[in-house]
């Protein structure tokens, strides 16, 4: 019964180990503090394109003092993934959009969970203030 | 420039095709068909007996045709069978392909939420099912990798829903660590080779492989939990190597030589160490378990730095060029030879298998001063490598043949996917696994009634 159980247990291991990670992102995500950071695009293609967009932090445009510590931790934001995945058909036009950043007046943001010290973690894409999608489904009623 | 290239590589193909006498020779060189020959002596020997008998008139002349008759229908029936089934399965595997990537190209329509409690669902009946199979001892090695693919799954899905950071790299270090236990149970001969190329991929390539010789500390209970296993013990002992090995030389001596030409010079320094740790283990222990366990590790370690280094050579820039598209074909010349390679190692023909593989090395690297790559392209490089070592060494299917088909199958999905999208591709899998199973279908019904 004992050895069962013991069995039982490294099996599960797996499925606690992630259910367990996912539980503490999720916590953090939601918990944390919420920036905004602006982003303009960098180029996307490769073999996989099509389904993120890949995007660069424009520290020019984002408001600084929304951060605890008063600056942009530029650092911190380093390392952070810089590929946003998307549907199929939005990403592409999303993508024609950053690209045409500079002469289409387009602003683009990102919504970061942000706690000092730790990797912030990417929320949603704001395109002028608005969430993507809901950019997109005014767009087409447009 | 990739229509020029596929057209390239068919003529290549073809003129390959053209040379099968050559290819017949090799085979026979290297023993491929000394099994098929196997069985056919044994048919002749009993058909000679049979004949014997009836020479002696210790059988009747109905009863020589009927037991004639007899030995020939099995070995019918038996390949018939196995083909159908060939289709069938190629069939199911193109629909449930192609249902995934009309998932895939969907996916973001679904809910954060949606996603993961489907993955958890999902997982915990795979884990136990697979749990109640292995108490009654029943068949169980599908639900295992099943298991283990879930796994891989689970963190590539986690990493893409909150946007972490990591390479594929760092995902493979850990979907081996978390797929150790499963492994361990593992009937699959080959269950601990593949575990070990994505383990050591994993912490030779990772992010962070300083902490790998700490980690398998945390795996080490879980495997000792299954010491009675003997893959739980290989597992073990291959991870030590690798970890103990990555993180004595190649965290420390290696990485000094990073952004610059230097990685492909470490690359083949830590081969030349690995390699001479082989020799002389087999020299002083001879050839034992242990012995085994390392030969596999270096075969493993070697495919491994080969892309490993041409990543770190080229991992700055990931745009679509026409040196990516070369570097594509590069590829595919390493995957037609590897099979060849395999067959010529696991049949003993050591010599061959040695030149082919310098061959393909030399080839490799020579390519890589000159081309760049992108890390997703390496990746399914190395599934596919992977597969085709399986067809090789299995010889259920002709590995050449497994390889055109692989190669042909790569190429298709990277150009629908650029042409059609994704939709487009899980379309065309579901049309045609249904068009192979309705194929069969008519084609066997057909047969049988004729039969009949």
């Known amino acids: ?116 010290g730790r990797q912030p973690i990417a929320r949603m894409l704001l395109i002028n203030n608005q969430k993507w999608f809901d950019y997109l489904n005014n767009e087409r009623k447009k | 420039m990739f229509e020029c290239l596929l057209l390239v590589l068919i003529l290549f193909l073809v003129l390959f095709q053209q040379n099968k006498t050559d290819f017949m020779t090799f085979l026979k060189h290297s023993k491929i068909i000394s099994k098929n020959q196997l069985s056919q002596i044994k048919l002749h020997e009993k058909q000679y007996q049979i004949n014997l008998l009836y020479k002696q008139k210790l059988i009747s002349n109905e009863q020589k045709k009927r037991l004639l008759q007899q030995l020939e229908k099995p070995a019918k029936k038996q390949s018939g069978q196995k083909f159908r089934r060939h289709i069938i399965g190629g069939g199911v595997i193109c629909i449930l392909a192609g249902i995934i990537a009309l998932i895939a190209s969907n996916w973001q329509e679904l809910s954060s939420v949606a996603k993961l409690t489907g993955y958890f669902i999902v997982f915990a009946a795979l884990t136990a099912h697979f749990a109640v199979l292995f108490m009654k001892n029943k068949k169980r090695e599908l639900w295992l990798w099943l298991n283990v693919g879930w796994i891989f799954a689970g963190i590539a899905l986690i990493g893409q829903i909150f946007h972490l950071n990591g390479s594929g790299w760092d995902v493979l270090f850990f979907g081996a660590l978390l797929s150790t236990p499963f492994i361990s149970l593992s009937r699959f001969k080959y269950a601990v080779s593949l575990w070990s190329l994505t383990y050591g991929a994993g912490v030779v390539f990772g992010s962070s492989p300083e902490w790998a010789f700490l980690w398998i500390l945390a795996v080490l209970p879980i495997v000792l939990f299954f010491k009675n296993n003997k893959p739980a013990a290989w597992v073990w002992c291959v991870s030590f190597i690798i970890s103990l090995l990555n993180t004595l030389w190649f ?21 030349a160490v690995l390699f001479s740790i082989v020799c002389v283990c087999r020299r002083i222990i001879g050839s034992c378990a242990f012995t085994k366990v390392l030969r596999s590790v270096f075969y493993i370690i070697c495919f491994c730095t080969l892309f490993g280094a041409d990543y770190t050579y080229s991992v700055q820039e990931v745009v679509l060029t026409p040196q990516k598209m070369l570097t594509s074909v590069w590829g595919i010349f390493i995957l037609a030879a590897l099979p060849f390679c395999a067959v010529g190692l696991f049949l003993k023909d050591k010599k061959t298998a040695y030149i082919i593989w310098a061959f393909s090395l030399i080839l490799a690297f020579c390519y890589t001063f000159i081309t760049f790559q992108s890390a997703g392209f390496i990746l399914a490089l190395i599934v596919f490598a992977v597969a085709a070592l399986f067809f090789a060494h299995k010889q259920k299917a002709n590995s050449f043949y497994a390889c055109l088909f692989l190669i042909v199958l790569r190429i298709w999905l990277q150009y629908f996917v650029y042409t059609v999208s994704l939709t487009g591709v899980g379309f065309g899998l579901i049309g045609i696994g249904l068009l192979l199973l309705c194929g069969r279908h008519l084609l066997f019904h057909a047969s049988g009634k004729e039969t009949q």
């Open chain 1, 1 to 116: 019964m004992k050895h069962r159980f013991l069995f039982l247990c490294g099996l599960f291991l797996p499925f606690g180990v992630l259910l367990g990670w996912t539980g503490y992102l999720t916590y953090t995500s939601l918990t944390a503090q919420q920036v905004i950071v602006a982003v303009k695009g960098y180029d996307p293609l490769d073999l996989f394109s099509g389904h993120y967009i890949q995007y660069e932090i424009d520290w020019e445009k984002t408001n600084c003092r929304q951060f605890p510590e008063g600056y942009c931790p530029k650092s911190q934001f380093a390392d952070i993934p810089r590929r946003y995945y998307l549907p199929e058909q939005a990403a592409e036009k999303i993508d024609r959009l950053m690209q045409a950043q500079n002469t289409v007046s387009v602003r683009f943001d990102m919504v970061f969970s942000y706690i000092k």
């Open chain 2, 251 to 271: 965290s420390q001596l290696a990485k000094a030589f990073t952004n610059t030409f230097m990685p492909l010079a470490g690359a083949w320094i830590f081969l």
